[in-house]
């Protein structure tokens, strides 16, 4: 065997050992990614809670953007609507150009005067030339009309496109969002997966139970709560509240128990901005879809001075969720994908931004 046959024999042979040996690494490594130990259900709980809560704030950046593509489609609108008009008046003004006798008196290689001297009839040639010379005056003033329209049309073209292109970024932006939260979602699932079947069937009977407490804080149609249990009766009673206030809050709270679904403002499921813009718009007044908008569509008051109907803030370094207070350090909310609409105390969570008072 020659020497440079052997070096190539050699350098196959390591070739191939190091690919063996990578294959059987991501082998390795894959198998102890899969190897994690199963968490305890008090960590899985954990976990879960706070997968939960990251695909609530992913769901509310995503609806914050609502408004901006909402107000982008408008324009889009607006900019077809003006190119259709404005493409209207550039055919039209093709047509008048069209129509226009620009060869009703054309001579070539004769002045004006050669004409008029060799004219049998000069009366006439000099009314002809009048008239010609109006038909070309028409012509260049429907030639200017003609470059303005078609410029303005150009315009407005480009400004659709500009417009076009700034509402799909953003709309890119919120599908980004969208899946962030359905992965959060997923990585909770993957979270209960790695229980056994019965501490899942204890989490889910534990679901089960805040949503059935929740409903039973539903008030029935004198006002009093669903509940007749002593023990659910307390602090998380609404507040009387008369008025457009009495009415969001009655509305917000005929619907505990219900589920959260992001992007949902009824009237059985809700993401936290949903149910808020519900609430106040069975008492006639239009809030945005989105935590954030909601905080600049109201009068900002201390949390001292909260009152029932108020709209509650949190969120760190951007509000990302919002309550409705009801009155005793309370507050009636959707919290995220894995609790149902209910009443909890303000601190509930962190990150409390402020409030502001609708209508």
Not at 191 to 214: C, F, P, T, Y
Not at 313 to 340: C, E, L, Q
Request: net charge neutral; aromatic share 4%; proline share 4%.
């Amino acid at each position: 065997m020659s020497i440079g046959r052997t070096k190539r024999f050699k350098g196959i042979a390591l070739a191939a050992i190091t690919s063996t040996a990578v294959v059987a690494g991501v082998i390795f490594i894959q198998t102890g990614a899969d190897a994690d130990p199963a968490p305890t259900l008090a960590q899985a709980k954990a976990q879960v809670a706070d997968l939960q809560n990251k695909a609530a704030i992913a769901g509310e950046a995503a609806n914050d953007l609502r408004g901006q593509i909402t107000a982008s489609q408008i324009r889009v609108k607006a900019l077809q609507a003006g190119i259709a008009k404005q493409q209207a008046q550039v055919d039209g003004v093709k047509k008048q150009i069209g129509s226009i006798a620009v060869a009703g008196y054309q001579t070539s290689g004769m002045t004006t005067t050669a004409q008029l001297l060799l004219s049998s009839n000069p009366d006439q040639f000099l009314s002809q030339a009048s008239t010609a010379q109006a038909f070309a005056g028409q012509q260049n003033s429907a030639l200017r009309r003609f470059q303005a329209a078609q410029g303005k049309l150009t315009d407005l073209q480009a400004s659709e496109q500009s417009e076009l292109a700034a509402l799909q970024a953003v709309q890119g932006q919120q599908d980004a969002l969208k899946k962030q939260l359905q992965a959060n979602v997923d990585a909770a699932e993957k979270v209960l997966s790695k229980l056994s079947d019965a501490e899942r069937e204890r989490i889910k009977e534990e679901n089960e139970k805040e949503a059935k407490d929740a409903r039973a804080e539903r008030p029935t149609r004198d006002g009093d709560r669903t509940s007749e249990d002593p023990e659910d009766s307390g602090d998380d009673t609404p507040v009387p509240a008369n008025g457009r206030a009495g009415a969001a809050v009655a509305a917000a709270m005929a619907q505990t128990g219900d589920r959260y679904v992001w992007g949902a403002s009824g009237p059985n499921q809700f993401d936290c901005s949903g149910l808020t813009m519900y609430a106040w718009g069975k008492a006639g007044v239009s809030l945005s879809h989105s935590s954030k908008a909601q905080f600049g569509e109201g009068r900002r008051v201390s949390r001292g001075d909260l009152k029932p109907g108020d709209l509650v803030f949190y969120g760190s370094p951007s509000i990302h969720h919002v309550g409705m207070y009801i009155g005793n350090g309370r507050m009636v909310h959707a919290p995220n994908p894995g609790r149902p609409v209910k009443t909890d105390d303000l601190d509930y969570m962190s990150g409390y931004v402020g409030a502001v008072r609708p209508g």
